[in-house]
Protein backbone atom coordinates (compact mmCIF):
# COMPACT_ATOMS: atom_id res chain seq x y z
CA UNK A 1 0.00 0.00 0.00
CA UNK A 2 1.46 3.54 -0.84
CA UNK A 3 1.39 6.24 1.52
CA UNK A 4 1.87 9.75 0.65
CA UNK A 5 3.03 12.03 3.52
CA UNK A 6 2.09 16.04 2.89
CA UNK A 7 4.53 18.51 4.76
CA UNK A 8 5.88 21.89 4.63
CA UNK A 9 2.52 24.14 5.63
CA UNK A 10 2.21 27.00 8.06
CA UNK A 11 1.35 30.35 8.63
CA UNK A 12 2.76 33.12 6.49
CA UNK A 13 1.95 36.62 5.70
CA UNK A 14 0.61 37.52 2.37
CA UNK A 15 3.43 37.56 -0.15
CA UNK A 16 5.39 35.29 1.68
CA UNK A 17 6.45 31.85 0.70
CA UNK A 18 6.37 28.34 1.51
CA UNK A 19 7.50 24.75 0.24
CA UNK A 20 5.50 22.13 0.76
CA UNK A 21 7.40 18.27 0.10
CA UNK A 22 5.24 15.17 -0.72
CA UNK A 23 7.14 11.98 -0.09
CA UNK A 24 6.01 8.67 -1.29
CA UNK A 25 6.45 5.77 0.95
CA UNK A 26 7.40 3.52 -2.39
CA UNK A 27 8.72 4.06 -6.01
CA UNK A 28 5.55 5.04 -7.84
CA UNK A 29 6.21 8.36 -9.21
CA UNK A 30 8.67 7.95 -12.67
CA UNK A 31 5.23 6.23 -13.98
CA UNK A 32 2.53 8.65 -13.20
CA UNK A 33 1.53 11.92 -13.47
CA UNK A 34 1.41 13.44 -9.70
CA UNK A 35 -0.18 16.83 -8.88
CA UNK A 36 -1.25 18.86 -5.64
CA UNK A 37 -4.84 19.71 -5.01
CA UNK A 38 -6.48 21.88 -2.40
CA UNK A 39 -9.31 22.47 -0.11
CA UNK A 40 -10.65 25.28 1.27
CA UNK A 41 -13.04 25.40 4.22
CA UNK A 42 -16.48 25.22 2.56
CA UNK A 43 -15.04 24.18 -1.08
CA UNK A 44 -14.56 21.03 -3.32
CA UNK A 45 -10.79 19.81 -3.77
CA UNK A 46 -8.94 21.73 -7.02
CA UNK A 47 -6.16 20.79 -8.53
CA UNK A 48 -3.46 23.41 -8.71
CA UNK A 49 -0.59 21.87 -10.22
CA UNK A 50 0.88 18.67 -11.77
CA UNK A 51 3.56 17.11 -13.71
CA UNK A 52 4.10 14.44 -15.88
CA UNK A 53 6.52 11.80 -15.77
CA UNK A 54 8.56 13.66 -18.88
CA UNK A 55 8.51 16.98 -16.23
CA UNK A 56 5.40 18.88 -18.24
CA UNK A 57 3.71 21.21 -16.20
CA UNK A 58 0.45 22.75 -16.05
CA UNK A 59 -1.18 24.90 -13.92
CA UNK A 60 -4.28 26.49 -12.01
CA UNK A 61 -5.07 30.04 -13.52
CA UNK A 62 -5.28 31.30 -10.01
CA UNK A 63 -1.92 29.62 -9.14
CA UNK A 64 0.22 29.90 -12.62
CA UNK A 65 3.32 32.49 -12.09
CA UNK A 66 3.46 32.03 -8.43
CA UNK A 67 3.73 28.21 -7.79
CA UNK A 68 5.84 25.64 -9.12
CA UNK A 69 5.73 22.00 -9.30
CA UNK A 70 8.83 19.80 -9.26
CA UNK A 71 9.67 15.91 -8.94
CA UNK A 72 12.67 14.33 -7.67
CA UNK A 73 11.91 10.25 -8.79
CA UNK A 74 15.15 9.07 -7.08
CA UNK A 75 13.39 10.65 -3.60
CA UNK A 76 10.07 9.61 -4.32
CA UNK A 77 9.18 12.99 -3.77
CA UNK A 78 6.73 15.64 -5.40
CA UNK A 79 7.60 19.19 -4.29
CA UNK A 80 5.34 22.45 -4.81
CA UNK A 81 7.49 26.39 -4.89
CA UNK A 82 4.78 28.60 -3.39
CA UNK A 83 5.65 32.23 -3.58
CA UNK A 84 3.53 35.76 -3.71
CA UNK A 85 1.10 33.67 -1.24
CA UNK A 86 -2.11 35.06 -0.89
CA UNK A 87 -5.28 34.58 1.38
CA UNK A 88 -7.31 33.45 -1.03
CA UNK A 89 -4.21 30.44 -1.12
CA UNK A 90 -5.00 29.03 2.29
CA UNK A 91 -6.52 25.64 2.17
CA UNK A 92 -5.09 22.34 2.63
CA UNK A 93 -2.55 20.97 0.40
CA UNK A 94 -2.78 17.44 -0.70
CA UNK A 95 -0.53 15.22 -3.40
CA UNK A 96 -2.11 12.51 -5.40
CA UNK A 97 -1.85 10.88 -8.97
CA UNK A 98 -3.58 12.63 -11.67
CA UNK A 99 -6.20 11.96 -12.16
CA UNK A 100 -6.38 11.22 -7.78
CA UNK A 101 -6.44 7.49 -6.85
CA UNK A 102 -8.94 7.48 -3.22
CA UNK A 103 -6.54 5.28 -2.02
CA UNK A 104 -3.36 7.43 -1.96
CA UNK A 105 -4.71 10.78 0.01
CA UNK A 106 -2.90 11.23 2.94
CA UNK A 107 -3.67 13.84 5.76
CA UNK A 108 -2.81 17.17 3.99
CA UNK A 109 -0.74 19.90 5.47
CA UNK A 110 -2.25 22.69 6.46
CA UNK A 111 -1.05 26.32 4.89
CA UNK A 112 -2.75 29.58 6.19
CA UNK A 113 -2.01 32.99 5.12
CA UNK A 114 -3.15 35.95 6.86
CA UNK A 115 -3.36 38.88 5.41
Known amino acids: QVQLVESGGGLVQAGGSLRLSCAASRQIFSLYTMAWYRQAPGKQRESVARIGSGGDTLYANSVKGRFTISRDNAKNTVYLQMNSLKPEDTAVYYC?????????WGQGTQVTVSS
Open 96 to 104: NKFPPYDAY
